[in-house]
């Protein structure tokens, strides 16, 4: 009505251009008056959210229900939340030999095992240009006989006890051990003292060594 209004008034008008602008604008008011708004659109992390708020969903709905292949070697008692097996582990007791050597020892009385070794402060961060890669060889050659038993004989003894005599390299230091019954300590800790102080280092076996550590780098370089 307002517009049908205006349009007669504007046939009246003696100024008609100036009239129907005026209907323009006027028509142009009421039709943004009377749009509907639309929404502003979401912010472009939404979607995003809401995916990730769906999937998560999802894993929950399986944690409700999980694959019974999952629960098969589930055990119908609750964990128990005492910690008194850990605390009863063994305590490292450390003592000092006059002659300045370190002992640590642990003792399960339970166990009929023994596990005993020597560290020694000698890995490849001690190293120099000129003596690099002593400690690996070192390692290599201890086990090749000493003044009282042979290479074979040390296999044999060590077989014997039903024991497993081996060591590492590593950069801080070089470790010898045994892993014998308990009743065995005493002649596994005889069989320790004597190759780090006994052992031969024969000429033979040291170039025959030499051989199988550069093959050792050679796997290392090629994998």
Excluded: C, W
């Excluded at 251009?17 to 639309?38: D, E, F, M, N, Q």
């Excluded at 609750?78 to 450390?94: F, N, Y």
């Excluded at 000698?122 to 086990?143: K, Q, V, W, Y």
């Excluded at 199988?212 to 994998?223: D, F, K, N, S």
Aim: charged fraction near 25%; aromatic fraction near 4%.
């Amino acid at each position: 009505m307002a517009i049908r209004h205006l349009l007669t008034a504007a046939r009246r008008s003696r100024n008609p251009a100036r009239a129907l602008a005026a209907v323009r604008s006027h028509s142009t008011a009421v039709a943004a008056a009377t749009a509907p708004s639309l929404p502003s659109p979401p912010p472009p992390t939404a979607m995003i959210y809401d995916r990730l708020a769906e999937s998560v969903k999802q894993k929950l709905k399986q944690l409700e229900s999980p694959d019974p292949r999952f629960l098969q070697h589930n055990s119908p008692h609750p964990t128990l939340s005492s910690h008194t097996e850990i605390l009863s582990a063994p305590l490292t007791r450390v003592t000092t030999l006059p002659s300045g050597l370190r002992v640590a020892t642990e003792s399960t009385l339970s166990s009929r095992t023994a596990t005993v070794g020597v560290f020694i402060d000698a890995g490849s961060r001690f190293e120099t240009e000129e003596t690099n890669g002593t400690a690996h060889f070192l390692e290599h050659m201890i086990f090749k006989g000493t003044e009282r038993r042979s290479a074979r004989e040390l296999e044999e003894e060590i077989e014997n006890m039903g024991g497993h005599l081996n060591a590492y390299t590593s950069r801080e230091q070089t470790t010898y051990y045994a892993k014998v019954m308990d009743k065995n300590v005493p002649q596994a800790l005889d069989i320790l003292s004597d190759i780090l102080q006994n052992s031969k280092f024969e000429e033979s076996r040291i170039n025959r060594e030499r051989d199988v550590i550069l093959r050792e780098m050679e796997e290392v370089l090629r994998h």
